[in-house]
């Protein structure tokens, strides 16, 4: 096993006079030994453009019997109004109610990826050291798991 990082960026000063915010960060990988850099041109526009993070339906959540449940609690109320009225107050009601369902049942995963990162990094310091990469893939293959379920 190779501990070197060797993935770098390249630019010149025209370039770098261009984009005076860019950023460059090393993302983790753990499924492989090659790690993806990301570029950020504007750090200071990406915090103010995505505050508030839009609404997506997690695929994730079908597979869980209680996301049936909440859609049709959610949908199954009388909303007065023409229909396309009606359509989207109850729309509004599932989106609130799926994303409250959601961080109850499915809000310990994040946290759980990052206490399964933290001991990752630790253990693979650790075994840079001593030479035991058991544990290495053990933990690499459970954070796996938790990234597929978030």
């Not at 041109?41 to 103010?48: A, F, I, K, S, T």
């Not at 399964?116 to 253990?123: D, E, G, I, S």
């Amino acid at each position: 096993m190779i501990w070197e990082r060797l993935h770098r960026g390249v630019a010149n000063y025209e370039w770098l006079a261009r984009f005076p915010t860019r950023r460059v960060k090393h993302l983790n990988c753990f499924t492989s030994d090659h790690w993806p850099i990301l570029l950020s041109l504007d750090v200071n526009g990406e915090h103010q453009k995505w505050r508030k993070k839009p609404f997506r339906f997690e695929a994730m959540w079908v597979s869980d019997s209680g996301c049936r449940e909440v859609i049709t609690r959610a949908w199954d109320c009388t909303a007065n109004g023409t229909p396309m009225f009606a359509t989207t107050t109850k729309l509004k009601r599932c989106k609130n109610s799926l994303k409250a369902w959601s961080q109850d049942h499915f809000g310990n995963e994040k946290k759980s990826i990052k206490q399964t990162k933290n001991k990752l990094w630790k253990t693979e310091d650790a075994s840079a050291r001593f030479g035991d990469f058991e544990e290495v893939d053990r933990l690499k293959r459970e954070l796996n798991v938790l990234q597929d379920k978030e």
